[in-house]
């Protein structure tokens, strides 16, 4: 019984470990999870794009940034996915500052996302938002009619916050807005630009 309890967690160390070079050698991984969850995304430094995917699925692609010079940071980079119930925590670590992600999500979804530095667009996810940055650019498309309290913070930088009738840039710019939706959006950053654009339909 102990040799076959050995072997069976050698394989599977094994098979996990080729799926996860797979994954790798494709720039791209993949989880089953059905919309109407919670996803927190905890990411390292770098260009995202959080768009909606399949309903029944988590999927994350990479790829060299703009410039183009970084080709041997795409091997290096880590992904990782916890999941318990309708609850997942996705993590990206590693050489990530001139990498390009891709998260695809189930449309249905209430995120959190934290990240310290970098570029984030958030685009066709409806549910309650929380998103905390320390710097970069950040974009939310809204729907105003969805929300009933959206609350953003910039401490210095440009606060865009076009869905919801205001503008600001210098120090200290907040918004606060109220209104007869269902879900909840709050968004702080510290240092850059914090854009709420009306959603694209």
Same mark, same amino acid.
């Given at each position: 019984?102990?040799?076959?309890?050995?072997?069976?967690? !050698?394989?599977?160390?094994?098979?996990?470990? #080729?799926f996860?070079?797979d994954? *790798?050698?494709?720039?791209?991984?993949?989880? $089953?999870?059905?919309?109407?969850? @919670?996803? /927190?995304?905890?990411?390292?430094?770098?260009?995202?794009? !959080?768009? $909606?995917? @399949?309903?029944?699925?988590?999927r994350?692609?990479?790829?060299?940034?703009?410039?183009?010079?970084?080709?041997?940071?795409?091997?290096? !980079?880590?992904?990782?996915?916890?999941?318990?119930? &309708? !609850? +997942?925590?996705?993590?990206?670590?590693? $050489? *990530?500052?001139?990498?390009?992600?891709?998260?695809?999500?189930? +449309?249905q979804?209430?995120?959190?996302?934290?990240?310290?530095?970098?570029? #984030?667009?958030?685009?066709?996810?409806?549910?309650?938002?929380?998103? /905390?940055?320390?710097?970069?650019?950040?974009?939310?498309?809204?729907?105003?009619?969805s929300?009933?309290?959206?609350?953003?913070?910039?401490?210095?930088?440009?606060?865009?916050g076009?869905?919801?009738?205001?503008?600001?840039?210098?120090?200290? &710019?907040?918004?606060?807005? *109220?209104?007869?939706?269902?879900y909840?959006?709050?968004?702080?950053?510290?240092?850059?630009?914090?854009?709420?654009?009306?959603?694209?339909?």
């Amino acid at each position: 019984m102990k040799r076959l309890l050995l072997g069976f967690a !050698v394989g599977f160390v094994l098979n996990s470990f #080729v799926f996860a070079k797979d994954a *790798t050698a494709q720039n791209s991984a993949a989880w $089953p999870f059905m919309g109407g969850g @919670t996803i /927190h995304l905890r990411l390292s430094s770098g260009e995202y794009s !959080v768009r $909606p995917g @399949t309903s029944s699925q988590i999927r994350v692609r990479w790829e060299e940034d703009s410039e183009g010079h970084h080709p041997q940071d795409l091997k290096k !980079v880590k992904i990782a996915l916890d999941k318990s119930g &309708n !609850v +997942a925590t996705l993590r990206t670590d590693g $050489p *990530t500052k001139h990498v390009r992600f891709t998260i695809e999500i189930p +449309a249905q979804s209430d995120l959190f996302l934290n990240m310290r530095a970098g570029d #984030v667009r958030i685009t066709g996810i409806e549910g309650n938002k929380e998103v /905390h940055m320390t710097a970069g650019d950040l974009t939310i498309e809204v729907s105003p009619a969805s929300y009933s309290l959206v609350h953003a913070t910039v401490k210095i930088g440009d606060l865009h916050g076009k869905a919801f009738g205001k503008s600001s840039d210098g120090f200290g &710019n907040s918004l606060n807005w *109220t209104g007869a939706g269902k879900y909840t959006l709050n968004a702080t950053m510290f240092a850059g630009d914090l854009s709420l654009q009306p959603a694209q339909h």
